[in-house]
């Protein structure tokens, strides 16, 4: 039981390319989300999916773009990546969205833009 | 606006004695609230969590209190380990009109165990 699992684990960009981060869960969780986190700051949401088949903006969704695949499987991608965008960068799930204690994060993935 | 802050970015304490962590929220209509454990190079992980109508829930040597009146939330950790070394988050849920819901995180305290 993996639990939420994220790809890659590192990544480094120039500004103007694009990638995908993937993020997988095996839990039968309904909910996903994206988040970033910034040095001395705490988790920003960026994008969630409360369903499969729905996706919705959080706090902070401009550049980036986000495709719930099927239950299990939540990308985002940044299309024209920035220096802003560099952070490191969590998927989590949960059952239900946001109501159920169970709310489990991945391990993360380091991203540089330059 | 919303935003939720903790009191002090570190606490320092002596393995073995008591820990609290503070937490304000600004938001009087967030109606659940959770604390998360991270450690250097990993996720959060899940502490504990407690809904608005509920003054103070209990865990394993953690407790966390909520007081509506002001705003406040705090986690007590009892006799701290060098184990519970890492940063703390606490998050409110904060659900908007489609009820859809969000989950803000405050900054962060460093919590360190002295041996």
């Known amino acids: 039981n993996a639990g939420v699992t994220q790809t890659p684990k590192f990544q480094v960009l120039k500004t103007g390319q694009s990638m995908t981060l993937q993020c997988a869960q095996d839990?039968?969780?309904?909910?996903m989300y994206w988040y970033r986190q910034d040095p001395g700051m705490g988790l920003r949401l960026i994008y969630y999916?409360?369903?499969?088949?729905?996706?919705d903006k959080g706090e902070v969704p401009n550049g980036y773009n986000v495709s719930r695949l099927n239950k299990r499987e939540f990308s985002l991608r940044l299309e024209s990546a920035a220096p802003s965008q560099t952070s490191v960068y969590f998927c989590?799930?949960?059952?239900?969205?946001?109501?159920?204690?169970?709310?489990?994060f991945g391990q993360g993935t380091r991203l540089t833009v330059v | 606006g919303e935003s939720v802050g903790l009191h002090l970015p570190t606490l320092s304490v002596q393995e073995g004695d008591n820990s609290i962590i503070n937490c304000a929220y600004s938001?009087?209509?967030?109606?659940?609230f959770i604390w998360y454990k991270q450690e250097s190079g990993k996720g959060p992980q899940f502490i504990i969590d407690?809904?608005?109508?509920?003054d103070k829930r209990q865990g394993q040597r953690v407790t966390v209190l909520l007081n509506k009146t002001v705003k406040h939330l705090s986690l007590q950790i009892a006799a701290t380990q060098p184990g519970d070394s890492a940063v703390y988050f606490c998050?409110?849920?904060?659900?908007?009109?489609?009820?859809?819901?969000?989950?803000?995180f405050g900054q962060g305290t460093t919590l360190q165990v002295k041996p």
């Open positions: 839990m039968n969780h309904n909910s």
């Open positions: 938001n009087s209509a967030s109606d659940y």
């Open positions: 989590a799930s949960s059952y239900r969205h946001l109501m159920n204690t169970e709310a489990f």
């Open positions: 998050a409110e849920n904060i659900f908007g009109s489609s009820n859809t819901g969000k989950l803000i």
């Open positions: 407690i809904r608005s109508n509920m």
């Open positions: 999916s409360a369903s499969e088949g729905t996706t």
